[in-house]
């Protein structure tokens, strides 16, 4: 059986270190393993706009943010599909098919979608394009046969409901989709990275980011008064690193020649943790540390994109080609799907055949 990756980001933002740790750096790692037959990367903006249909600016403008961000982190073209969700009209039908194997208390039992709901205060005016946006997933994962699918924490339940979308259309209208796996962070600390807040999920709709596209001095700001323990009052005071946003960044980001490069009073990121736990050791140290840190994984992502930057026709020919490559392979699935249906009228000779007997 081949290999095959999908997966994506909603163009509701440029993308932060949250995305980069939980999907994006895993993305580029997979394609250059040359592992996989076919690897899908697309941009939601369907998706984006089931809960921001009033603003379809906003979706428009950061299709090339999101798609620059990709470039940046090493996501090569030549090698990767990437493409825009609805250029790619086989997803809608898919899904409007696949929300006849989906029950309404399904779907209110997705547990994503209903923290989702609750940060958006949609209360009881739900858009339904919202609502059921976990079966358009399903629609995506499938048309292009994907295995596997490179995600954050928070995907599981989408994941989980393909799934069971996938059994049910096969056991209905006989084996035609792929089961596909997800794939979460192996690092604990990338499963959901926080926001620089102390919140739960460092999230575009938080503001909450450290984006990919900072400044140096931006991220150097952000770090500096990124929030900590708020026990540790004074150096001295013993300091808790679980659940302490900078010990969770480290934890993502830190190895230990940073220590040799940066720091080398310490040789790894425990003994660090040791001394802040115990006391005598400073926030402000430590997010130093941090920020060098950070500024040399994203250095290299800054000076990419300003050259993408420079040539901005070129990443949308790229989207352009990734899109109706992305189209033919949908169509090539939507063909099985609609065969296994049995609404393939006009391509099926045997009841054409068939009903002209019935009227001989
Ligand atoms: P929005 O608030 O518009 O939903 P988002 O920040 O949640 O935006 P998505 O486009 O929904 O971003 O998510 C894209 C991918 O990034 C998904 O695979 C998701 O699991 C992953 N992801 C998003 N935020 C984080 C995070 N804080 N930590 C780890 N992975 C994340
Ligand atoms: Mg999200």
Redesign the pocket.
Known sequence: MSNIIL???????K??I??Y????KRRVELQNTGDYDDIFIMI?DAQ?LT?NADNPEKVRQNIVEVALDYLSCGLDPNVSTIFIQSMVPQLTELSFYYMNLVTVSRLQRNPTVKA?IQ?RNFETSIPVGFFTYPISQAADITAFKATVV??????MPMIEQTKEIVHKFNYVYGETLVDPKIML?DNKA??????TDGSA??????GN?IYLSDSEEDVRKKIMSMFTDPTHLRVEDPGHVEGNPVFIYLDAFCRDEHFAEFWPEYQNLQEVKDHYTRGGLGDVKVKKFLNNVMQSELAPIRERRAQWEKDIPAVYEILKKGSERAESVAAQTLAEVREAMKINYFDDMALIKEQAERYK
């Open positions: 997966t994506g980001d909603r163009p509701t933002g993308l932060h949250g995305h740790v939980g999907s994006l939601a984006a809960d989702e940060m490179p995600v954050g924490e928070d995907q962070p990338c499963l959901r990275l926080p926001g999920k460092m999230s575009k709709s938080l980011c």
